[in-house]
């Protein structure tokens, strides 16, 4: 198992790694598999890929995110500009509905309400709202309504799993209910975890997805 200083490292030199990200002075304090992260970024994405980058790491349990995003003198924006700027993005993104999505933005911070008929909308609208210039942060809470009634099946989540070359399928279990996607089992990263999730909400006709997987580091493959 690694110690603390060893994944305190480790998640430094993976943020500064990414390219966006090797400028940016970000702190990293790690303690018992928990990762805390401070400093600030002068736009939201930058936040996003550091707790992205932090959570790809072997060893890593939890991060706590404590950055800000400041933008300096430069970069005011006022709330009305802000808006506009994400009911365009949103505009963008083939497959929403026109009015589907509400908008509220204050000081900086844009929440998205309203539903949408399939979940990787919703990942597309946080992506492309968080590289506005003029985000502080970003609350989510756009809902997930199937336009069509189709049946989930769960051979075709297992399918899927099975192809994708990070993921030890056969640890995962699928379960169906309804809407409802049931994952357990264990996998041995925290990106697995989260890919595991993303290609069960991929799957037509999904609404929720219980992801109730373990995380099992094999320390026999950490340098």
């Known amino acids: ?16 790694w990414e390219p966006s990200l090797s400028a940016a002075e970000i702190g990293v304090i790690a303690h018992e598999g928990v990762v805390t992260l401070t400093g600030t970024v002068d736009n939201y ?14 060893g890593v349990q939890a991060v706590v995110e404590k950055i800000e995003v ?11 500009d802000i808006a506009i700027a994400v009911v365009n993005a949103l505009k963008a993104i083939g497959g929403i509905p026109n009015d589907w999505i509400r908008v509220v933005v204050e000081n900086g911070w844009v929440t998205l309400e309203g539903d949408i008929p399939r979940s ?15 985000v502080r942060g970003l609350t989510n809470n756009l809902v997930i309504r ?10 075709d989540i297992e399918r899927a799993l099975s192809r994708n070359v990070s993921i030890k399928a056969e640890e995962i279990r699928v379960e169906v209910s309804g809407t409802r996607v049931i994952l357990t089992g264990r996998v041995h990263s925290w990106y697995q975890k989260e890919e595991a ?3 069960a909400w991929n799957t037509p006709g999904v609404v929720n997805v219980d992801n ?12």
């Open 70 to 80: 400041s933008y300096g003198n430069w970069g005011e924006i006022s709330e009305g």
């Open 1 to 16: 198992m690694k110690t603390n200083a060893e994944l305190q490292k480790d998640v430094q030199e993976a943020i500064q």
């Open 197 to 199: 999730e993303r290609i």
């Open 45 to 58: 994405s930058k936040k996003w890929e550091a707790e992205h980058a932090a959570k790809s790491v072997s």
């Open 120 to 134: 990787y909308l919703k990942g597309a609208a946080h992506q492309v709202v968080g590289r506005l210039a003029g």
């Open 212 to 223: 109730a997987l373990t995380i099992d580091y094999d320390h026999s493959l950490v340098g």
């Open 146 to 155: 199937p336009q069509t009634h189709e049946e989930i099946e769960q051979r």
